[in-house]
């Protein structure tokens, strides 16, 4: 009796061959995007625990208490989010405090947002990219008092449980007020379009918060291609809001989104006396780790005299006007 062994037809190896690199390519993506981890602490999920003890930030809160006898209160909502309380007036950027972000799972841990009904008077949108523009996010929020998007990605909201008072878009120099606060729309090298990340549909803008003499400048997300010294001749800004975030491999994301080393000379350029990093630690959006951003960006600072901070991550621990909105499965 033959013992030879048993061989699969020359098409049924290949197929076989297929059927792994095929499991093996998913389970090595999954582990990029996030989709076997457990949300983690902040400081682990960001990178900020490896950052050199040289290169360490301004604590938290200290460099805006320098901007009037009533500074404005900043805090993370994790990416691109934060709320910004300022002369009586809530105003969120860019909420996005979901589990999940298309195919990308949150490594960060559970952040919240304003849980009664009338705590958030306005909403500005950068973009209407997923991780910019989450429409369950919005949707948690109840009532708001007014959206500010781009001009052009309103249809973004159309159908949906999202209940605002106005709908206000805007386009790069055009201005609207909410409460003591100016708003004034600022380019960036970026587009809104909801599903082509790299082209076409309306364009992605900045804004610039202004009370009184004091102004924050919260970049959304931009390539390093923009007029920043123009920005900073125009408006001022005390502080930068930057991303720092998924911008690996540079081709063709140096078009879209600044590397760590770029944020750190838009900082300079608009003459920020504090840059605030964003886009980071939360969401895999592209080829670098979520974690990877911040510590670069902490050593180039380090090494241009740029004076930083991490705002402190807005959590459900803090009282009964915050609810807990992400971190599934923790």
Known sequence: MSTAPLRLPRPGRRRAVALVLVVAALIVLGLHLGWFAKPRDWRHATGFDRIAPADLPLESGSALAELGPDPPELRWLGHSGFRLVWGGTTVLFDPNTSPWCTLSHRVL???????????????????????????????????????????????????????????????????????????????????????????????????????????????????????????????????????IGAFAPRLPMRYYHLSPEEAVAVGRAVGAALVIPCHFGTFALSLDAPDRALPRFARAAAAAGLRWQMPRLLTSSEGPETVEVAGAGR
């Open 109 to 243: 841990e559970a952040s919240a947002v304003p849980a009664r009904p009338g705590t958030v008077d306005a909403v500005l949108i950068s973009h209407a990219h997923f991780d910019h523009l989450d429409l369950p996010t919005l949707e948690r929020l109840g009532r708001i008092g007014m959206i500010v998007l781009p001009a052009g990605s309103e249809g973004t909201l159309a159908g949906t449980r999202v209940d605002a008072a106005a709908l206000r878009p805007l386009r790069a120099g055009e201005r609207t007020a909410v409460g003591e606060l100016e708003i004034s729309a600022v380019p960036a090298a970026h587009n809104s379009s909801r599903l082509h990340p790299f082209g076409g549909g309306a364009r992605g803008l900045g804004y610039v918060v202004r009370r009184g003499a004091h102004a924050i400048y919260f970049a959304g997300d931009t390539g390093f291609a923009n007029d920043f010294a123009a920005l900073g001749r125009e408006h001022h800004p005390d502080v930068a809001i930057l991303p």
